[in-house]
């Protein structure tokens, strides 16, 4: 099982510089965030900034420009969503070089790590366990090399490698060691155009922003014959065509939900930047849409719960004719990239003399086992105890013994060989105990999920009571009934029941990992899935949300959504966390960005049909919109929120935003409407009242948005109210926004009709939350 090795020393320095002047290099495209440029394009050159650019030019022919004001709004707020993104950018640019695989390259005749940009035509490239392909190439050197290249062909059986077989980009090493010669790189290797479509910050397959999209495209399609009945309604109103314009523009832009867009591309970049802060990378940006969904964390035991590092416990001899001591410090020489195991044994025990090893049989998680051949000293395996002895072996019952008390235990066994049926012809020569350290972070964050009505499942490959024990240390509900995945149900639907029952499950293999992913999945949970090893990279590719290590392999670094640099498993509150604010915030903000959008649909279409002069000149509606909801929104996206997102957001939004954009819209329409039939005042006091009367009803839509209430948001709210009050009431204000509250009985009127409407509006949301609860709905 072993190739004979292939001494090559790799390219000299001359050599590289040759390659790199002649473009010979990996050059390929940075995977954390689009260009400054399309940042730029992407926030100035939008549909709706098309739109309120024309509506702009048009006020700035007829003017005064005290009704351009939304041109001005418009451009801070493209100008917020430029430095917000670029924020971002710069952060995920950051991070990705410090997550960055880094492959060993051999120069000169040393072993260097060098940046996958670095890397050069003809370059001889390590590999070892876990570590990913870079580029493609062709083997020179194979110690029982093994590649999963599942990600590129879909095959889940790792495929053995000799000398001279070609390897692809994007494959990963499953068990093994050896190196390959680059023969394409850059733009021609295999991998390098998933790896720009798949890696790139993105918001594709969002539910969110698909449904966002719905509803723009929709107001879209209605301005244009809204505009057309408001244009010509205005022109029969004798005013004149400046003033119907103006009406025209008043109405449409309301109808235009612009900084919708805008606060949500800022609240997943500063969501970006949050959890940038604190050592996590997220590779792609609709994981923080899938985070705030999550109701299934599924963990791998080492690495997550337990730390990386194991000790020696004990020894306990099971054969006392042979050389343990010896064998173990032989084992531990025949891997040059031990795994945490391994590593502990060679800690323990040197390497003695005299052991010459033949062939070698590198771990795999599938297997279970490693082993090595020795001239004259026969051959030796060390793996999983239940998977070496046939079950009911009399030696089980002492593992599951030292199991149960949270101990990994590995049996050393002497073999006919290292075939696949090892196992079966294995003679028991010791039991090496290790002690895995728990993360003292570990018990508060389970604490944390289970709280947060966050199911936890513990999915390993290590023996079903260890696990469990481990569990238990942590306090883990369900830990006392670990379950022997071997005897778990192949079906689907019997397999997620299972799952359903139990929190902890041992002796895991990888594609069984991946079968749990899917059966919970298949049960409508959204399941985010942590690991660090290549036995979790099947599953994390399949999970909604894939979360890896930093100090994982390669492999499952690059296939996960969210990387812990700093591999702490306590920063997962914070992600969840983050994910649910994000998500959460924007819902509430698009709530009153649409009632905007369906008020000022529906007092065009009240105005155009009623044949009268639009209630309002755009510098009113600039004003409402920003105490109302343009600067109330910007704080409440970035406000705290711990609610689990839930699916449906178009049918909820729509439910809330059509009620309170009618009533906002009749309430409105009335008291103009009574203005108007007063004679005792002009055209401007009754758009006065119009004014008084949809500030007012607005800012109570506000108020129900914005709860449940803390102490900001009621000064945020009396903050808005103080500023209507000063531009109504401070002489210079009010003639800026044309602004005449002079007639009492029409502002009685304003508030009277306002309040009416809040009474509705509350009445409404009584009768929605009854609905709800009695259909289940999501309310």
């Given at each position: 099982?072993?190739?004979?090795?292939?001494?090559?020393?790799?390219?000299?320095?001359?050599?590289?510089?040759?390659?790199?002047?002649?473009?010979?290099?990996?050059?390929?495209?940075?995977?954390?965030?689009?260009?400054?440029?399309?940042?730029?394009?992407?926030?100035?050159?939008?549909?709706?900034?098309?739109?309120?650019?024309?509506?702009?030019?048009?006020?700035?022919?007829?003017?005064?420009?005290?009704?351009?004001?939304?041109?001005?709004?418009?451009?801070?707020?493209t100008a917020i969503g430029i430095i917000q993104e670029l924020r971002a950018k710069r952060t995920l640019d950051t991070l990705a070089v410090i997550g960055e695989a880094k492959p060993r390259v051999r120069r000169g005749g040393h072993t260097v790590e060098v940046s996958a940009r670095e890397l050069v035509l003809d370059d001889v490239c390590a590999l070892g366990a876990g570590e990913q392909v870079m580029v493609d190439g062709v083997v020179v050197e194979a110690d029982a090399l093994e590649l999963d290249e599942s990600l590129l062909t879909g095959e889940t059986d790792p495929v053995h490698k000799r000398i001279g077989d070609p390897v692809m980009s994007g494959s990963f090493v499953a068990a093994g060691n050896g190196a390959y010669r680059a023969t394409k790189v850059g733009a021609d290797a295999y991998a390098a155009r998933l790896a720009e479509e798949a890696g790139r910050f993105t918001l594709v397959d969002s539910e969110l922003r698909q449904g966002l999209n719905r509803i723009l495209t929709y107001v879209t399609w209605l301005m244009i014959p809204v505009g057309i009945l408001l244009i010509i309604s205005q022109l029969r109103t004798d005013d004149g065509l400046p003033n119907a314009l103006r009406g025209m523009v008043a109405g449409l832009v309301t109808m235009v939900p612009e900084g919708l867009m805008l606060l949500t591309s800022v609240a997943f970049a500063v969501g970006v930047v949050r959890l940038g802060r604190k050592q996590c990378l997220v590779q792609e940006l609709p994981a923080i849409e899938g985070l705030a969904r999550v109701d299934v964390v599924c963990l791998d035991?080492?690495?997550?719960?337990?730390?990386?590092?194991?000790?020696?416990?004990?020894?306990?001899?099971?054969?006392?004719?042979?050389?343990?001591?010896?064998?173990?410090?032989?084992?531990?020489?025949?891997?040059?990239?031990?795994?945490?195991?391994?590593?502990?044994?060679?800690?323990?025990?040197?390497?003695?003399?005299?052991?010459?090893?033949?062939?070698?049989?590198?771990?795999?998680?599938?297997?279970?086992?490693?082993?090595?051949?020795?001239?004259?000293?026969?051959?030796?395996?060390?793996?999983?105890?239940?998977?070496?002895?046939?079950?009911?072996?009399?030696?089980?019952?002492?593992?599951?013994?030292?199991?149960?008390?949270?101990?990994?235990?590995?049996?050393?066994?002497?073999?006919?060989?290292?075939?696949?049926?090892?196992?079966?012809?294995?003679?028991?020569?010791?039991?090496?105990?290790?002690?895995?350290?728990?993360?003292?972070?570990?018990?508060?964050?389970?604490?944390?999920?289970?709280?947060?009505?966050?199911?936890?499942?513990?999915?390993?490959?290590?023996?079903?009571?260890?696990?469990?024990?481990?569990?238990?240390?942590?306090?883990?509900?369900?830990?006392?009934?670990?379950?022997?995945?071997?005897?778990?149900?192949?079906?689907?639907?019997?397999?997620?029941?299972?799952?359903?029952?139990?929190?902890?499950?041992?002796?895991?293999?990888?594609?069984?990992?991946?079968?749990?992913?899917?059966?919970?999945?298949?049960?409508?949970?959204?399941?985010?899935?942590?690991?660090?090893?290549?036995?979790?990279?099947?599953?994390?590719?399949?999970?909604?949300?894939?979360?890896?290590?930093?100090?994982?392999?390669?492999?499952?670094?690059?296939?996960?959504?969210?990387?812990?640099?700093?591999?702490?498993?306590?920063?997962?509150?914070?992600?969840?966390?983050?994910?649910?604010?994000?998500?959460?915030?924007?819902?509430?903000?698009?709530?009153?960005?649409?009632?905007?959008?369906?008020?000022?649909?529906?007092?065009?279409?009240?105005?155009?049909?009623?044949?009268?002069?639009?209630?309002?000149?755009?510098?009113?509606?600039?004003?409402?919109?920003?105490?109302?909801?343009?600067?109330?929104?910007?704080?409440?996206?970035?406000?705290?929120?711990?609610?689990?997102?839930?699916?449906?957001?178009?049918?909820?939004?729509?439910?809330?935003?059509?009620?309170?954009?009618?009533?906002?819209?009749?309430?409105?329409?009335?008291?103009?409407?009574?203005?108007?039939?007063?004679?005792?005042?002009?055209?401007?006091?009754?758009?006065?009242?119009?004014?008084?009367?949809?500030?007012?009803?607005?800012?109570?839509?506000?108020?129900?948005?914005?709860?449940?209430?803390?102490?900001?948001?009621?000064?945020?709210?009396?903050?808005?109210?103080?500023?209507?009050?000063?531009?109504?009431?401070?002489?210079?204000?009010?003639?800026?926004?044309?602004?005449?509250?002079?007639?009492?009985?029409?502002?009685?009127?304003?508030?009277?009709?306002?309040?009416?409407?809040?009474?509705?509006?509350?009445?409404?949301?009584?009768?929605?939350?009854?609905?709800?609860?009695?259909?289940?709905?999501?309310?």
């Amino acid at each position: 099982m072993i190739d004979a090795p292939v001494t090559i020393t790799g390219l000299t320095d001359a050599e590289v510089a040759e390659r790199v002047a002649a473009g010979r290099v990996n050059d390929v495209p940075g995977r954390s965030s689009r260009s400054a440029s399309a940042i730029v394009r992407g926030n100035v050159f939008t549909r709706f900034n098309a739109i309120i650019g024309t509506l702009f030019v048009v006020i700035l022919i007829v003017g005064p420009i005290q009704d351009g004001l939304f041109g001005l709004v418009i451009v801070a707020n493209t100008a917020i969503g430029i430095i917000q993104e670029l924020r971002a950018k710069r952060t995920l640019d950051t991070l990705a070089v410090i997550g960055e695989a880094k492959p060993r390259v051999r120069r000169g005749g040393h072993t260097v790590e060098v940046s996958a940009r670095e890397l050069v035509l003809d370059d001889v490239c390590a590999l070892g366990a876990g570590e990913q392909v870079m580029v493609d190439g062709v083997v020179v050197e194979a110690d029982a090399l093994e590649l999963d290249e599942s990600l590129l062909t879909g095959e889940t059986d790792p495929v053995h490698k000799r000398i001279g077989d070609p390897v692809m980009s994007g494959s990963f090493v499953a068990a093994g060691n050896g190196a390959y010669r680059a023969t394409k790189v850059g733009a021609d290797a295999y991998a390098a155009r998933l790896a720009e479509e798949a890696g790139r910050f993105t918001l594709v397959d969002s539910e969110l922003r698909q449904g966002l999209n719905r509803i723009l495209t929709y107001v879209t399609w209605l301005m244009i014959p809204v505009g057309i009945l408001l244009i010509i309604s205005q022109l029969r109103t004798d005013d004149g065509l400046p003033n119907a314009l103006r009406g025209m523009v008043a109405g449409l832009v309301t109808m235009v939900p612009e900084g919708l867009m805008l606060l949500t591309s800022v609240a997943f970049a500063v969501g970006v930047v949050r959890l940038g802060r604190k050592q996590c990378l997220v590779q792609e940006l609709p994981a923080i849409e899938g985070l705030a969904r999550v109701d299934v964390v599924c963990l791998d035991k080492t690495g997550t719960l337990t730390e990386g590092g194991m000790d020696v416990a004990e020894v306990r001899t099971l054969d006392d004719t042979l050389p343990i001591g010896q064998a173990l410090g032989a084992l531990g020489t025949s891997d040059p990239r031990p795994n945490a195991s391994l590593q502990a044994i060679v800690d323990a025990y040197p390497a003695p003399r005299g052991w010459s090893i033949t062939d070698v049989a590198a771990f795999s998680s599938a297997r279970k086992w490693s082993g090595a051949s020795f001239a004259e000293r026969g051959t030796w395996v060390l793996g999983a105890p239940d998977v070496l002895l046939p079950e009911g072996h009399p030696v089980l019952a002492e593992v599951d013994e030292l199991g149960a008390k949270g101990l990994r235990v590995l049996l050393l066994a002497t073999a006919d060989g290292l075939t696949d049926e090892a196992g079966a012809r294995a003679h028991p020569a010791a039991l090496v105990v290790l002690q895995q350290r728990l993360r003292p972070d570990a018990a508060e964050t389970l604490r944390y999920f289970a709280g947060q009505g966050v199911a936890t499942k513990v999915i390993s490959g290590d023996n079903a009571l260890a696990v469990g024990a481990v569990a238990a240390k942590l306090d883990l509900a369900g830990a006392n009934h670990a379950v022997d995945a071997r005897r778990l149900p192949e079906d689907r639907t019997e397999l997620g029941q299972a799952l359903e029952e139990n929190t902890v499950f041992g002796r895991v293999t990888p594609q069984q990992k991946r079968a749990m992913v899917a059966a919970l999945q298949a049960r409508e949970h959204t399941v985010a899935m942590t690991g660090d090893g290549v036995n979790d990279v099947l599953a994390l590719k399949d999970a909604d949300i894939g979360v890896a290590m930093g100090s994982g392999s390669g492999a499952s670094r690059a296939v996960a959504q969210i990387v812990l640099l700093d591999n702490r498993f306590a920063t997962l509150p914070s992600v969840v966390a983050e994910g649910r604010r994000v998500i959460g915030n924007i819902e509430r903000v698009a709530n009153l960005f649409l009632v905007k959008t369906v008020y000022a649909l529906l007092l065009s279409l009240l105005t155009g049909v009623a044949g009268v002069v639009f209630p309002f000149l755009p510098r009113h509606l600039t004003l409402i919109g920003s105490l109302t909801i343009g600067v109330p929104a910007f704080f409440l996206a970035l406000a705290p929120n711990a609610e689990r997102a839930r699916r449906g957001f178009v049918p909820r939004v729509l439910r809330f935003a059509i009620p309170g954009g009618v009533v906002a819209a009749g309430a409105t329409f009335l008291s103009y409407w009574l203005a108007h039939l007063n004679s005792g005042t002009d055209l401007k006091e009754d758009r006065t009242t119009a004014v008084i009367t949809l500030f007012l009803v607005a800012m109570w839509i506000l108020a129900i948005v914005a709860r449940p209430y803390a102490w900001w948001k009621i000064a945020l709210i009396a903050a808005m109210a103080a500023a209507f009050l000063f531009t109504l009431y401070v002489p210079f204000a009010a003639d800026f926004f044309a602004l005449y509250p002079q007639d009492q009985g029409n502002n009685g009127t304003a508030i009277g009709i306002a309040i009416v409407a809040a009474a509705l509006l509350e009445a409404g949301r009584h009768v929605s939350g009854w609905l709800s609860r009695r259909t289940g709905g999501d309310g």
